[in-house]
T-cell receptor
Framework: AQSVAQPEDQVNVAEGNPLTVKCTYSVSGNPYLFWYVQYPNRGLQFLLKYITGDNLVKGSYGFEAEFNKSQTSFHLKKPSALVSDSALYFC????????????FGTGTSLTVIP | SQTIHQWPATLVQPVGSPLSLECTVEGTSNPNLYWYRQAAGRGLQLLFYSIGIDQISSEVPQNLSASRPQDRQFILSSKKLLLSDSGFYLCASDEGTSSYEQYFGPGTRLTVT
């Protein structure tokens, strides 16, 4: 069955430190992987995606993510966290075998401490 | 790029009243459209998705329904709201295999009292 796991409900990091938000996935075919950010009472904003090619993908606001096929992971990273990065982050996967449906993780709340 | 509009932004309705939430999409044609519900600011629950006019798939049995009367219009409805229908409703759109990612509207906060 297709699924996405975000093992951490909450991540705290000091401003200026590197941040990592973890995501693992399970699909039957080739995965299309995505990260989204959500600020309070707002819709989800697309950050970045992995479809094919280079395992390290760069996205909006200085975020990047690394696709690791052997570990079935797609962790979100940023070299230096900002207070304004504090938000809810969602990982999602689209299974090429099942077509249109997206599977979202349960979200990780990131707090950047000044 | 796509722009997704949702209205109303917030809604307070009594139990047993009807519901109609609307979503419209600009900047694309023949999109896939989705309704999600988010409870307590956390995980997304897929309610309905549509690959074309009058083509609706329901993911979760409940007292909600969806309709797509036009290519870029998606409506979520209920005849009688329940307390458990409270939540944050998000409309999303994608272009199938041409761009892969979904884009989300700003959401509607529904409180059933």
């Amino acid at each position: 069955a297709q699924s996405v796991a975000q093992p951490e409900d909450q991540v705290n990091v000091a401003e200026g430190n590197p941040l990592t938000v973890k995501c693992t996935y399970s699909v039957s075919g080739n995965p299309y992987l995505f990260w989204y950010v959500q600020y309070p009472n707002r819709g989800l904003q697309f950050l970045l995606k992995y479809i094919t090619g280079d395992n390290l993908v760069k996205g909006s606001y200085g975020f990047e993510a690394e696709f690791n096929k052997s570990q079935t992971s797609f962790h979100l990273k940023k070299p230096s966290a900002l207070v304004s990065d504090s938000a809810l982050y969602f990982c999602a996967v689209r299974d090429t075998n099942t077509g249109n449906q997206f599977y979202f993780g349960t979200g990780t709340s990131l707090t950047v401490i000044p | 790029s796509q722009t997704i509009h949702q209205w109303p932004a917030t809604l307070v309705q009594p139990v047993g009243s009807p519901l109609s939430l609307e979503c419209t999409v600009e900047g694309t044609s023949n999109p896939n459209l989705y309704w999600y519900r988010q409870a307590a600011g956390r995980g997304l629950q897929l309610l309905f998705y549509s690959i074309g006019i009058d083509q609706i798939s329901s993911e979760v049995p409940q007292n909600l329904s969806a309709s797509r009367p036009q290519d870029r219009q998606f409506i979520l409805s209920s005849k009688k709201l329940l307390l458990s229908d409270s939540g944050f409703y998000l409309c999303a759109s994608d272009e199938g295999t041409s761009s892969y990612e979904q884009y989300f509207g700003p959401g509607t906060r529904l409180t059933v009292t």
